[in-house]
């Protein structure tokens, strides 16, 4: 096959993959309630195939690097929660989706500007917590209702990440480690459930998943730092999973201590 065939097939292939991860993960979500689906929200069910797919085609200081590019990104991402948060409530989900993708790409382009340090990106995201979650805090309690599938929610969803796979892959030659790392974390999973979710259960319960969602984007950042530490001194391979077991250990412990907080 022609060079060119065999990128279309591995393009498409993992665009496929990292689709079924997205829809898997949103479908959870809608059966689970709010606390639940938060959880599954922020594991890097988007993110993480894509670095996967970056350091399969690219060497581990290249993973590194886009890892410290995501970092502050992360923070950016809290602060788009909250501007749909407080838009949902009143607001359509196409006016308050349009309005914190607003906040998101502002916030991502200056952002982008600072030649950002591990203990800057850390600080920048402890500050974005500091900021966002007393506020979040009163918006998590909603009951969810329940949702009714349409037949194109699937397809959506698995377009919309099939779509931020496929930029990054394709972009990542030509833009570098810095722009494919905020790409990578472009908030996919959350565009997915404000988009289909609002129009059919409300703002509020949907804000409510996303306000769930800031102690997940803790652990994401916590595991974007592992992942830009161990990646330059065990390699790629090491350090993805090392970030994916850091992910997965947060959040299992977040769910873990509001069992406990129920039981009491």
């Known amino acids: 096959m022609s060079?060119?065939?065999?990128?279309?097939?591995?393009?498409?292939?993992?665009?496929a993959i990292t689709a079924a991860f997205v829809?898997?993960?949103?479908?959870?979500?809608?059966?689970?309630?709010?606390?639940?689906?938060?959880l599954v929200a922020t594991l890097p069910i988007s993110a993480g195939p894509s670095y996967v797919f970056l350091g399969l085609d690219h060497d581990a200081a290249f993973v590194a690097e886009g890892a410290l590019a995501s970092l502050p990104i992360?923070?950016?991402?809290v602060f788009l929660g909250l501007a749909y948060v407080l838009l949902a409530q009143r607001r359509s989900a196409l006016v308050s989706w349009a309005g914190a993708a607003a906040v998101w790409i502002v916030l991502a382009l200056a952002v982008q500007t600072v030649h950002w340090s591990l203990a800057g990106g850390l600080l920048a995201n402890a500050v974005a917590f500091a900021v966002c979650v007393p506020t979040l805090r009163r918006f998590r309690h909603v009951k969810m209702p329940l949702v009714t599938r349409r037949w194109y929610d699937i397809p959506l969803r698995a377009l919309l990440v099939a779509t931020l796979v496929a930029t990054v892959v394709t972009l990542s030659g030509w833009v570098g480690p810095k722009i494919s790392g905020i790409i990578?974390?472009?908030?996919?999973?959350?565009?997915?459930?404000?988009?289909?979710?609002?129009?059919?259960?409300?703002?509020?319960?949907?804000a409510?998943?996303?306000?769930?969602?800031?102690?997940?984007?803790?652990?994401?950042?916590?595991?974007i730092a592992v992942l830009h530490v161990a990646a330059l001194r065990f390699g790629s391979a090491v350090g993805l999973s090392l970030a994916l077991m850091t992910c997965v250990s947060w959040n299992l412990g977040l769910w873990w201590n509001g069992r406990r907080k129920l039981v009491r």
Do not use: D, K
Request: hydrophobic share 55%.
């Open 23 to 38: 829809v898997s993960a949103s479908v959870i979500t809608e059966r689970s309630g709010p606390v639940i689906g938060a």
């Open 184 to 206: 990578a974390l472009f908030p996919v999973v959350f565009s997915s459930m404000m988009l289909i979710l609002h129009p059919r259960i409300g703002g509020p319960p949907t």
């Open 74 to 77: 992360n923070a950016v991402t």
């Open 208 to 223: 409510a998943v996303i306000a769930n969602s800031a102690g997940g984007l803790m652990g994401l950042g916590i595991a």
């Open 3 to 15: 060079p060119q065939l065999v990128f279309i097939l591995t393009l498409a292939l993992r665009m």
